[in-house]
């Protein structure tokens, strides 16, 4: 199964607070971020990093860190998720497509809590 590490994630509990944060340590977020639920900024490479305050975070299961893979067919996505959670990993999101990300997903939790995200068109 090919993998690609596509995004890495904060889901901030004061998104202004992590947006001032972010720009004084040097991201250049776009000018437009203040208000948005999601903000995302290409770096170098191929990887984006974001803060989103959309996804519900579960603090008794989840860190607040988001690992976004790219596995490109919803039949992978499926598979990986009914594998991972088979073998006990605490599931954060069942598969399903999302409109507000444009993008078919499911999010599992890693053995320390950080939610990881498999993504396909």
């Known amino acids: ?6 995004m890495v994630g904060l889901l901030p509990r004061d998104m202004e607070k992590s947006l001032a944060f972010y ?15 999601h903000v995302q900024v290409q770096m170098k490479g191929d990887i984006t990093f974001f803060l989103n305050s959309m996804i519900p975070l579960d603090r008794q299961h989840a860190q607040g860190v988001v690992l976004e893979f790219y596995v490109r ?9 009914a594998e991972l959670t088979g073998l006990g990993y605490h599931s954060y999101q069942a598969p ?14 890693d053995p320390d809590g950080n939610i990881v995200m498999l993504t396909a068109d």
Do not use: C
């Not at 199964?1 to 596509?6: G, I, K, N, T, V």
């Not at 340590?25 to 000018?31: D, K, V, Y």
């Not at 067919?73 to 990986?80: N, T």
């Open 1 to 6: 199964m090919p993998l690609d590490l596509y």
């Open 23 to 37: 720009r004084q340590l040097g991201l250049e977020l776009p000018a437009d971020s203040e208000g948005r639920p």
């Open 96 to 109: 399903n497509f999302s409109e507000t990300i444009n993008a078919y997903f499911a999010m599992i939790n």
């Open 73 to 81: 067919d919803r039949a992978i996505v499926e598979a990986k998720y």
